[in-house]
């Protein structure tokens, strides 16, 4: 039974008329208020630029809430409730005049410990933090959060995170990592802590490769701007990627505290072996959409989309090779892709484990003969353990049989909903439990180690592969993995 929090909270949040609000944050709130996971005083702030009086504010969320949440899940008597704790005040986020109506806005009637949540642009953190601090709005309890891009790089993370330092201490910061809030993420910790029968596996003696992949059927979606500035590495790998990683190959952390589990990921960030120019070829393939088909339907290539700009050689695609330099993961490799407009929306991690040390079934069944672990972020949560048993029946001998030992969590658990990711994330948030969440370090490890491969791309490798809408990603990612003996799991 889940405790209900018994933090009553202020929540202010910055950049409430945005897509990421409207789409995600709003709906998640509504959903923890039908969960009753709202206290009877938790108030929300919506804060933007726009001109709009409390009930224009609270008329274009219901519409927004109503779009972005399944009807069989929306309770009319819950909305009005929730939008009855919901207020607007306009504000430009560089103007200080404008925050003190914030403070008012506490001194009113304000419990509890404020969340700042900034759905802003990065660039407006630093200006909005100081501002805080100048009108008084904030104290040492005061959360703060922040979403991705921390930065283009490592030393424009190092910035952004020096401006919130000004004002926060780190563990008044929220930096989010939505992959973290994921049911099935959180759920390695438990498969790997909880079930000793897989942490004495869990090493280069048992695992001989990990393959992680992301793949989105969406293309750039009316983001062509922003995406052409990052590109799948910066968007993808330097965090949710990662932190798959991260999470599968880190050492069991001493307890559950947010610090305990953030030590161990970022040791893992240390141990990545930079991918060099004398590997670039071996280890690293980007990829670009042309156009194909998705879903049936006839979709443009990248450089086709809206507002386009010919000749771009940004990335939608990435796959790498990726080494752990440590004790448990030498001679292990993490092999990673993740694209847009691939063909199927699918977040899977599978781990390899090596054969058998002396085989005496039929030889020409060798190549299949190891167990696999599946582990199925999205769509239909959950894991598979593939085992090898023999054949049914007279005339089969002693043929092997590869079948999986199933647990799919909405099958095994029940029908109940799984909750998106922002609904956990913000209910972690009022809570003040900093786990699932990114600390400093972390974000300038990955950075470091992103920044060096996309400057030794820069300097020595070719621009990347095309690959039609709806495949797998440029041939080059099947080679990037062949060579090596082995193949993707969609392939076999
Ligand atoms: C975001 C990226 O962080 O994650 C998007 O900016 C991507 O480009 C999205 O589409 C994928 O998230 P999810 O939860 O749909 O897998």
């Not at 990435?318 to 001679?331: C, D, F, Q, Y």
Request: glycine share 6%; hydrophobic share 40%.
């Amino acid at each position: 039974m889940v405790k209900k929090t018994e933090n009553r909270c202020d929540l202010i949040m910055f950049g409430a008329l945005g897509d990421l609000a409207q789409r995600k944050l709003f709906p998640a709130l509504y959903q923890l208020d039908a969960a009753e996971l709202l206290t009877a005083g938790t108030r929300v702030l919506a804060v933007a630029r726009k001109d709009l009086d409390v009930e224009g504010a609270r008329e274009q969320l219901r519409k927004k809430i109503l779009e972005n949440v399944k009807s069989e899940e929306m309770d009319q008597a819950v909305l009005d409730r929730f939008l009855q704790r919901v207020d607007y005040h306009r504000l430009d986020f560089g103007t200080l005049d404008d925050y003190h109506a914030l403070r008012e806005w506490r001194e009113e009637g304000g419990h509890g410990a404020l969340i700042a949540y900034m759905a802003t642009p990065p660039s407006f953190y630093g200006t909005i933090a100081r501002n805080l601090r100048e009108a008084e709005c904030i104290d040492a309890a005061t959360r703060v959060v922040v979403e991705k891009p921390i930065g283009h790089d490592f030393e424009s993370s190092c910035e952004i995170n020096d401006q919130l330092a000004e004002v926060f201490n780190e563990d008044q910061l929220f930096r989010i990592d939505h992959y973290l809030g994921k049911e099935t993420v959180q759920n390695l910790i438990a498969l790997r802590f909880a079930n000793n029968l897989f942490e004495t596996q869990w090493n280069q003696n048992q695992i001989s490769h990990v393959e992680i992949t992301v793949a989105e059927s969406v293309g750039i979606e009316g983001r062509w701007g922003y995406f052409d500035q990052a590109g799948q590495m910066r968007d993808m790998i330097q965090n949710h990627l990662l932190q798959l990683l991260c999470l599968i190959a880190m050492d069991p952390p001493s307890d559950l505290t947010a610090d305990s589990i953030r030590d161990e990921k970022v040791k893992v960030l240390k141990a990545l072996r930079p991918i060099t120019a004398d590997v670039m070829e071996t280890h690293l393939v980007r990829g670009q959409y042309t156009a194909g088909s998705s879903g049936g339907k006839a979709v443009p290539g990248y450089l086709e989309e809206e507002d386009a700009v010919r000749g771009s050689s940004t990335e939608t695609f990435v796959a790498l090779k990726a080494e752990i330099h440590n004790w448990r993961w030498s001679g292990v490799p993490f092999y990673i892709r993740t694209g847009k407009r691939l063909p199927e929306k699918l977040s899977q991690i599978i781990i390899h484990f090596k054969p058998a040390p002396h085989y005496i079934f039929d030889p020409d069944q060798k190549q299949m003969a190891n167990n696999k672990l599946i582990i199925r972020l999205q769509p239909d949560e959950g894991m598979s353990l593939q085992i090898l048993t023999k054949d049914q029946g007279l005339d089969k001998g002693m043929r092997l049989r590869q079948g999986p030992l199933e647990l799919t969590f909405s099958e095994t658990f029940g029908q109940g909903r799984i909750p998106d990711a922002y609904e956990r994330l913000l209910w972690e948030i009022m809570k003040g439990n900093q786990y699932l969440f990114v600390r400093r370090d972390e974000v300038e490890h990955a950075w470091r180690w992103v920044d060096q491969v996309i400057s030794n791309w820069e300097d020595h490798a070719a621009p990347p592969k095309r690959y039609a809408a709806g495949t797998w990603g440029p041939v080059a990612s099947v080679a990037l993995i062949t060579r090596d003996g082995r193949s993707w799991y969609e392939d076999v």
